[in-house]
Structure formats: C-alpha cells, structure tokens
C-alpha cells in the first residue's frame, strides 16, 4: 500500500483546509486509514481514524473541529479541517492499517505541512 498525501498549507486562525490521501496497491485490504500528525521537536500524535465500516474516532482536541471521511473504495481518506488554531500546526500524516492473518501492517504516507498563522 502506498500513500500520498496532499492539500496542506499556509491558512490564518480560524481558516479552513482540506487534506486527501490517496491510497494505491492493494487498497481493498485496507481495515483503516487515520491522520496524525507532528509539531517541530514533539511525538507524532493521533488526530482522527476511520474504518472500511465507516466508524470514526477522534484526538479530543479536535472533535467538532475536524472531519473525516472516504470514498467507498476507502482509495481516498479527507481530514476537514475547519476553526483551525495555531495550535494545529504540524506535519500531518495519513496512516493506513491492514490485518493480514492477525498481524496489523502499518503504512506511512510522506506527509504535508499545515501552518496556522495567529
């Protein structure tokens, strides 16, 4: 599975963003696909996750801020970002999960920047 990630960038407080990722290979294994993402000198941190069964769950932080979804192919995974704060800057990943016979496979996409200006 392979991962592209896109639709950061430069927005002010209170501004929206869309990000998309794109998945290629064997997608229709896929079990889940999730955003996390990274400020300068800090972890990588969970902001949202969906299922191939459409459940969703999300970092405390951003509930009612931010909004996951897919198409139904699970081919491409968007993170709504709406009343972005400055707080919400980092490198944002999507990340992919399969199951294959009862190990879970991790798959990295190569991230893209938001920057939240106060």
């Known amino acids: 599975v392979q991962l592209q990630a896109s639709g950061g960038g430069l927005v002010q407080a209170g501004g929206s963003l869309r990000l998309s990722c794109v998945a290629s290979?064997?997608?229709?294994?896929?079990?889940?696909i999730g955003w996390y993402r990274q400020a300068p000198g800090k972890q990588r941190l969970f902001v949202a996750i969906?299922?191939?069964?459409?459940?969703?769950k999300y970092e405390d932080s951003v509930k009612g801020r931010f909004i996951i979804s897919r198409d139904n192919a699970m081919n491409t995974v968007y993170l709504q970002m709406s009343s972005l704060e400055p707080e919400d800057t980092a490198v944002y990943y999507c990340?992919?999960?399969?199951?294959?016979?009862?190990?879970?496979?991790?798959?990295w996409g190569q991230g893209t920047q938001v920057t939240v200006s106060s």
């Open positions: 990340n992919a999960l399969r199951v294959v016979r009862g190990n879970v496979l991790n798959y």
């Open positions: 290979g064997s997608t229709s294994s896929i079990n889940a």
């Open positions: 969906i299922s191939d069964a459409g459940v969703t």
